[in-house]
């Protein structure tokens, strides 16, 4: 009885702390386009921490719309080659702040850039809800490899999140089957 009301609390306060989490300041969708790397990645799905091992770095292209919404085009490599995935993040009206459906899930995912710099890393949440609620925090950089604090940034903020150490992994560099 007494595990079962620790981890209710501890999911209160993950929530909480989700329900206080803000996009960046000053968003500039033109300046975040471009090419990011996937180089860590927070994953509260109960299956995840047993296929750990197979996931790499992921690389995608992010082109800004005239019209506020953004167009990804994520590369990763697979055991037939080279996978191409497409999705349209609509705008909201909170700049950061972007829905789209998941053909893959067939729901429609919200995605908040939490942090960015621009130039060389971005925080990015991402929620959505199946059977429950599950988050995804994942860690982007204009390269394959980033500063350790910055990946520690990540790691702690995921923490703060409520995810376990098991959910959080930085994945092996793979090679660059995405644009040049």
């Known amino acids: 009885m007494r595990t079962t009301a620790a981890i209710a609390s501890l999911m209160l306060l993950a929530f909480g702390v989700l329900a206080d989490v803000q996009p960046q300041k000053d ?7 471009g090419k990011w790397y996937r180089v860590g990645l927070a ?3 109960p299956g995840f ?3 750990r091992n197979r996931f790499r770095i992921s690389v995608g ?5 005239s019209s506020g919404d ?9 055991l ?4 191409t995935i497409s999705y349209v993040y609509e705008k909201t009206a909170v700049p950061g702040m972007f829905k789209y459906f998941s053909t893959r899930h067939s729901r429609v995912k919200d995605i908040m850039v939490v942090e960015t710099n621009y ?10 809800k199946i059977d429950k609620e599950l988050t995804q925090v994942a860690l982007y950089g204009r390269s394959q490899k980033l500063r350790p604090e910055l990946v520690e940034k990540f790691r702690e903020f995921s923490l703060s999140l409520g ?18």
Not at 61 to 65: A, G, H, I, R, V
Not at 80 to 83: E, H, N, V
Not at 163 to 177: G, N, Q
């Open 70 to 78: 953004a167009e990804l085009t994520m590369y990763e490599m697979g």
């Open 49 to 51: 921490a047993r296929y």
């Open 119 to 128: 130039n060389e890393y971005a925080l990015v949440l991402k929620n959505k």
């Open 43 to 45: 994953y509260d799905s």
């Open 80 to 83: 037939t080659g080279c996978q």
């Open 163 to 180: 995810f376990s150490r098991e959910s959080i992994l930085t994945p092996s560099a793979t090679d660059d089957c995405g644009p040049a």
């Open 27 to 33: 968003f500039d969708l033109r300046k975040f386009g």
């Open 61 to 65: 292209t992010l082109t800004p719309l």
